[in-house]
């Protein structure tokens, strides 16, 4: 089973890093996103603690949907969803295949905007690096997991990329949400009671979307 | 006969798109070793039939079985499956070797170089082991995606079209790789809408007409209508 986890990551990440049609885009617009707030966000300097924990996750969120838009899209370019169907492999190791791609690439974009976020927009991010860490990680497997499940159900459609932001977006506010709270929080001189309460809040959402996803995806790859 | 000697057994099967009653209850049973073609016309829902006999789609009524167990996707009983449908069903940015690597691993063959090596060469494609499958030909397409459903040695193949947009060298190769299946006991079922080949290549050939099907005679060219559930009987 593990095994096959693996091939199945394998597989997607050489065809991602032969093909480059999802991470460059997603990579290029975070940037562009990181790199415009940056330049705007001087006059609001005294609120900047505050703001830069949401634009962090928007920018994560509407980056990573580019990338996470590609997983079952191109699985049914030709056909090979169906491919995926008759292996005789659990429906729920295909959903966590998918899952960790989506996850390891919006940790790639995550290593890119974090640094650039810090050097541009002089987020207080790097304060305490390890819960940061823990942040990320978290948000990510949150993102990836509604992300996962809903461009299942979406890729089948015409125009799947806004489709799948359209119905990303409303359920993985509870995510975006803790996650914008959490960093903010960790912009301060030491990890308060509240800022874990939001960490532990953020973890429970992702836990929670990786097992309704599991669950769920099934019928939503069903034609 | 016995459940297992059955391989593809449909029981009051039916499916409809929105109102649009594509398959009307079929009862079919194809026993073990024997290759059945599946004719029709276009949009008769050869497609359908053979998708649902797979379990890649739900039926609206009725029920699949493989060697007897209820047809499911992603199950161990897949392994008895070798589904080629009108796409590829490749990944086009892995070589021809990667897409063979990838499906020996999810179906966990024992010595899948082995295993690879052996089919290259029975589908003619040992020279493109390192080309990318996206520069393959459509013709070189089908092939790795024959080998590709057959890697695992299954003992049914479900075969939607092999002999659509083949040149004659490609059909004729194609014929002699049925006749090798058929000798080796496997079961086929595909579908064409070319009832010539259906003659030449099947041991029983079914019509698709008007979502029924019907039993082809396959000594005669026009089909005789005929309640597909008893050739169960037939075969026994």
């Known amino acids: 089973m593990v095994a096959k986890l693996w091939w199945m990551i394998h597989k997607d990440l050489v065809s991602e890093w032969r093909a480059r049609r999802a991470w460059p885009s997603m990579l290029l617009f975070g940037t562009v996103v990181a790199l415009?707030?940056?330049?705007?966000i001087e006059p609001l300097s005294q609120w900047k603690a505050q703001i830069s924990g949401s634009?962090?996750?928007?920018?994560?969120?509407?980056?990573?949907?580019?990338?996470?838009?590609r997983s079952f899209a191109a699985e049914r370019e030709e056909g090979s969803m169906d491919g995926l169907s008759l292996y005789p492999i659990s429906?729920?190791?295909?959903?966590l295949a998918k899952l960790a791609v989506n996850?390891?690439?919006?940790?790639?974009?995550?290593?890119?905007?974090?640094?650039l976020f810090i050097v541009f927009c002089d987020a207080p991010l790097a304060a305490h690096p390890w819960a940061m860490l823990l942040v990320a990680m978290l948000g990510n497997l949150g993102i990836a997991s509604v992300g996962t499940l809903l461009s299942a159900l979406t890729s089948g459609t015409r125009h799947s990329g806004s489709m799948l932001a359209l119905l990303a977006l409303p359920l993985a506010i509870p995510v975006l949400l803790a996650a914008s709270k959490a960093t903010q929080c960790l912009g301060g001189a030491q990890i308060d009671a509240d800022c874990w309460r939001w960490m532990q809040l953020l973890g429970a959402f992702a836990v929670v979307f990786s097992i309704a996803g599991m669950l769920l995806f099934d019928f939503a790859r069903e034609d | 006969m016995d459940d297992r000697t059955i391989a593809i057994e449909a029981r009051g099967l039916c499916r409809s798109f929105g109102g649009r009653i594509v398959l009307r209850p079929i009862d079919l049973a194809i026993p073990a070793g024997q290759t059945v073609a599946l004719t029709g016309a276009n949009g008769a829902g050869k497609t359908t039939l053979l998708r649902i006999l797979s379990g890649l789609n739900r039926p609206t009524a009725g029920k699949v079985f493989w060697f007897g167990q209820p047809a499911a996707t992603n199950s161990p009983a897949c392994r008895e499956l070798g589904v080629?449908?009108?796409?590829?069903?490749?990944?086009?940015?892995l070589t021809v070797h990667e897409n063979l690597l990838f499906s020996a691993r999810m179906h966990g063959v024992s010595e899948p170089r082995r295993q690879i090596h052996r089919w290259l060469e029975s589908v003619g494609l040992e020279r493109q082991r390192d080309c990318l499958a996206a520069k393959l030909s459509r013709g070189m397409r089908q092939r790795l995606a024959l080998a590709r459903a057959l890697l695992h040695d299954p003992r049914v193949l479900l075969w939607d079209e092999p002999f659509s947009g083949l040149d004659r060298e490609n059909a004729i190769w194609l014929r002699e790789l049925l006749g090798k299946?058929?000798?080796?006991?496997?079961?086929v079922c595909f579908s064409t809408h070319d009832a010539d080949f259906a003659r030449n290549c099947a041991d029983r050939a079914l019509h698709l007409h008007g979502g029924r099907l019907q039993e082809h005679e396959m000594a005669m060219a026009e089909p005789i209508i005929a309640s597909v559930g008893s050739s169960r009987a037939r075969a026994a």
């Open chain 1, 55 to 69: 634009l962090l996750w928007l920018a994560i969120f509407f980056a990573g949907m580019l990338a996470i838009d």
């Open chain 1, 91 to 95: 429906s729920e190791a295909v959903f």
């Open chain 1, 36 to 40: 415009t707030f940056g330049a705007q």
């Open chain 2, 181 to 187: 299946l058929r000798d080796a006991g496997k079961t």
């Open chain 2, 84 to 93: 080629v449908m009108h796409e590829s069903q490749i990944y086009p940015h």
């Open chain 1, 103 to 115: 996850a390891i690439a919006l940790g790639a974009l995550q290593a890119v905007l974090i640094p």
